[in-house]
T-cell receptor, first 112, second 112 residues
Framework: DAGITQSPRHKVTETGTPVTLRCHQT?????MYWYRQDPGHGLRLIHY???????DKGEVSDGYSVSRSKTEDFLLTLESATSSQTSVYFC???????????FGPGTRLTVT | GNSVTQMEGPVTLSEEAFLTINCTYT??????LFWYVQYPGEGLQLLLK?????DKGSNKGFEATYRKETTSFHLEKGSVQVSDSAVYFC???????????FGTGTLLAVQP
């Protein structure tokens, strides 16, 4: 299994609260991705990174920001959480072939 | 734009039955195609891939053939097991993009 962890694994927060999710890899892969998974939508890309300090938006980036100050860590921040951001969030990493992505175990976020 | 369409689930089969999960795509150029599997409570895992027309990807008894003429990449397995119960996602990477586009997923439930 690829060395990829996510923290926290579960979180409940209130509307308007800032939330940061962390993805940590031990594979030294260049590419890292954040997705959200919702019923009826499959996985949708939020943001991705192609190197330290190099990030770009995915298809559902509104309300989210990311940072990557080290190869191994990719942070996803909800500046002011809303109920529509209740979801399961997956981090993924990609190496020599960035399209063969390896997924973390997910973070279940509930915004009340 | 690029998109992936999967058959609606759930698909319920008895053990040792034949499985087909349909996947069709819309893309410009020559996309690479993937099937990912998500077991309960886990992240996605790459199951198989095909990078050009007529390629057949295979793994763990599953197969899928890249059919450019019908823009399809249907997943098949000759004899399913209870342990194959999972959600299956078809995905593509099209053209110069470094992003994966996922279908909505198909839940497979195999009964003993």
């Amino acid at each position: 299994d690829a060395g990829i962890t996510q923290s926290p694994r579960h979180k409940v927060t209130e509307t308007g609260t800032p939330v940061t999710l962390r993805c940590h890899q031990t594979e030294n892969h260049r590419y890292m991705y954040w997705y959200r998974q919702d019923p009826g939508h499959g996985l949708r890309l939020i943001h991705y990174s192609y190197g330290v300090k190099d990030t770009d938006k995915g298809e559902v980036s509104d309300g989210y920001s990311v940072s990557r100050s080290k190869t191994e860590d990719f942070l996803l921040t909800l500046e002011s959480a809303t109920s529509s951001q209740t979801s399961v969030y997956f981090c993924a990493i990609g190496g020599l072939d960035p399209f063969e992505q390896y997924f973390g175990p997910g973070t279940r976020l509930t915004v009340t | 734009g690029n998109s992936v369409t999967q058959m609606e689930g759930p698909v319920t089969l008895s053990e040792e039955a034949f499985l087909t999960i349909n996947c069709t795509y819309t893309a410009t150029g020559y996309p690479s195609l993937f099937w990912y599997v998500q077991y309960p409570g886990e992240g996605l895992q790459l199951l198989l891939k095909a990078t050009k027309a007529d390629d057949k990807g295979s793994n763990k008894g599953f197969e899928a053939t890249y059919r450019k003429e019908t823009t399809s990449f249907h997943l098949e397995k000759g004899s399913v097991q209870v342990s194959d119960s999972a959600v299956y996602f078809c995905a593509l990477r099209g053209g110069a993009t470094n992003k994966l586009i996922f279908g909505t997923g198909t839940l497979l439930a195999v009964q003993p």
